[in-house]
């Protein structure tokens, strides 16, 4: 069964430091990948995606990801967060015989503290 | 830059009720979606549109629900009669392709 992982719910960082979100997904045909954020009382933002090639992707607000095929993993990463990151993180998977449905983890919360 | 809008923001309705809530895609898009997010879970999708019809939807997504594009422009989801368990936010997305864009969504509280 097709499935995303996010194995932390919630994450607490101090501004400044580096942040790693955990991502892990089992799918039976090749996937492409998504983070997305959503702040409070907001929608979904697509920070960045992975479809085929290099398998490090920049995203927005100095967000990367690094695809692992062998790890079955896209964790999502920041070398310096700020406090305006707190927010709730979604990976997000499909697969092209799937339709283009998404499938998306539970989410991990990310608090930011001074 | 183009973004999905959709209305109305909060809807309260009751039992049994039948609601539409509607959804502008961004304007070049061919796909449209519909997905919830109950209150502390995850993001689950419902159904997706192409070309005036379904093209692929949930098993939540049964005969209560149903979806229409009535002109160029709207997107819309309507549940003929609501249950307490559709109290969710929901949300839009539209794509031209595989990467999909998400509006703030509408959040349905049913009493």
């Known amino acids: 069964a097709q499935s995303v992982t996010q194995p932390d719910i919630h994450i607490t960082v101090s501004e400044g430091a580096s942040l790693e979100l955990r991502c892990n997904y089992s799918y039976g045909a090749t996937p492409y990948l998504f983070w997305y954020v959503q702040s409070p009382g907001q929608g979904l933002q697509l920070l960045l995606k992975?479809?085929?090639?290099?398998?490090l992707v920049q995203g927005i607000k100095g967000f990367e990801a690094e695809f692992k095929r062998s790890q079955s993993s896209f964790n999502l990463r920041k070398p310096s967060v700020h406090w305006s990151d707190a927010a709730e993180y979604f990976c997000?998977?499909?697969?092209?015989?799937?339709?283009?449905?998404?499938?998306f983890g539970k989410g991990t919360s990310l608090l930011v503290t001074p | 830059e183009p973004e999905v809008t959709q209305t109305p923001s909060h809807q309260v309705t009751q039992m049994g009720q039948e609601v539409i809530l509607r959804c502008v895609p961004i304007s070049n898009h061919l796909y449209f979606y519909w997905y919830r997010q109950i209150l502390g879970q995850k993001v689950e999708f419902l159904v997706s549109f192409y070309n005036n019809e379904i093209s692929e939807k949930s098993e939540i997504f049964d005969d209560q629900f149903s979806v229409e594009r009535p002109d160029g422009s709207n997107f819309t989801l309507k549940i003929r009669s609501t249950k307490l368990e559709d109290s969710a936010m929901y949300f839009c997305?539209?794509?031209?392709?595989?990467?999909?864009?998400f509006g703030p969504g509408t959040r349905l509280t049913v009493t």
């Open positions: 997000a998977v499909g697969a092209q015989n799937s339709g283009y449905a998404l499938n």
């Open positions: 997305a539209s794509s031209t392709y595989y990467e999909q864009y």
């Open positions: 992975y479809f085929s090639g290099d398998t």
